[in-house]
């Protein structure tokens, strides 16, 4: 599928009930709202849509959304909000586990931690990565060591925020997903609390479901994101449709002289064998 390139994506999702949305890289940069990309969601609303926020953020749902709001993103711009916070804990009541070896930055993420005890890796029964503990120096070759503990007493990993990398002020800073991928590579478990994978998009539906209060069919269902590995393959494998937003993850693959290259945008889709309904610079109306 050759995507098509959009300078406002009103006419898009007019054809569609319910948006699956990415937050950070679409609606807010980490630090400010996109305005156009909340007026383009509010009015979606207004037009008796339904936006659930589906977040790869390792906070639960809303403790993400004081943060969220904190970017001036206002709340008329959404219904629901699903994050990886939430499939986190979800998974970990689901085996029981409760005492657990935390690998990220220690106060950042200390709202994950409410009803869950924080122990050294040998008391462990489980590992939660929710990022790096220092991801300005570190990459993920830095945890081989202790992931190397990890794996020989078989613990299981859950990784709370899927990313390989997030954008910050032009910058890309590793994720949790860089530690997760590399503790499967060495034969680790580890389950993937968030996109691609498809609970988080069984979430997100069920949550779009309850606000429409009705079933919706997947071909009426668009999903948005910034990733290609995240976004866009997380809605391909669930069925749905996907709008890629070019300003943010990949910017610097596909933008020349400050504007959107359409035939760049087209390159990196067709590279990465990933179906992608359209690309648009920014998402707006």
């Known amino acids: 599928m050759t995507p098509d390139i959009l300078d406002g994506c009103g006419d898009l999702l007019a054809r569609y009930d319910l948006l699956v949305c990415d937050v950070w890289g679409v609606i807010h ?12 969601l509010q009015k979606f609303r207004d037009g008796g849509g339904a936006v659930v926020l589906l977040s790869n953020a390792p906070m639960p749902s809303p403790v993400t959304a004081r943060q969220i709001a904190k970017t001036g993103v206002p709340r008329e711009a959404y219904d629901r909000l ?8 979800g998974r970990l009541a689901e085996r029981g586990l409760r005492r657990v070896h935390h690998i990220g930055p220690a106060l950042r993420d200390d709202g994950l931690f409410a009803d869950i005890e924080r122990v050294p890796l040998d008391e462990a029964e489980a590992i939660v990565c929710s990022g790096l503990e220092d991801d300005e120096n570190e990459t993920a070759e830095n945890y081989r060591t202790r992931l190397a503990r990890a794996l020989q007493r078989e613990l299981l990993l859950v990784c709370a925020n899927p990313d390989l990398q997030v954008e910050v002020a032009g910058r890309l800073y590793p994720c949790a997903g860089a530690v ?20 988080a998009y069984d979430a997100a539906f069920a949550a779009g479901e309850a606000v429409l209060g009705r079933p919706v069919e997947r071909a009426r269902i668009l999903g948005i994101g910034d990733a290609l590995r995240t976004d866009v393959a997380g809605a391909g ?49």
Not at 29 to 40: P, T, V, Y
Not at 82 to 89: E, I, K, N, Q
Not at 241 to 265: C, F
């Open 82 to 89: 699903v994050t990886s916070g939430d499939l986190t804990l």
């Open 180 to 199: 997760a991928a590399l503790y499967e590579e060495m034969g680790g478990e580890v389950i993937w609390a968030g996109k691609p994978h498809a609970p």
């Open 29 to 40: 940069d980490g630090a400010n709202a996109h305005a156009a990309a909340c007026a383009a």
């Open 237 to 285: 494998r669930a069925g749905i449709d996907a709008l890629m937003v070019a300003s943010g993850l990949h910017r610097h693959e596909i933008w020349t002289g400050g504007a959107l290259d359409p035939a760049k945008a087209r390159d990196v889709v067709a590279a990465s064998g990933l179906p992608c309904r359209a690309v648009t610079a920014w998402l707006s109306w």
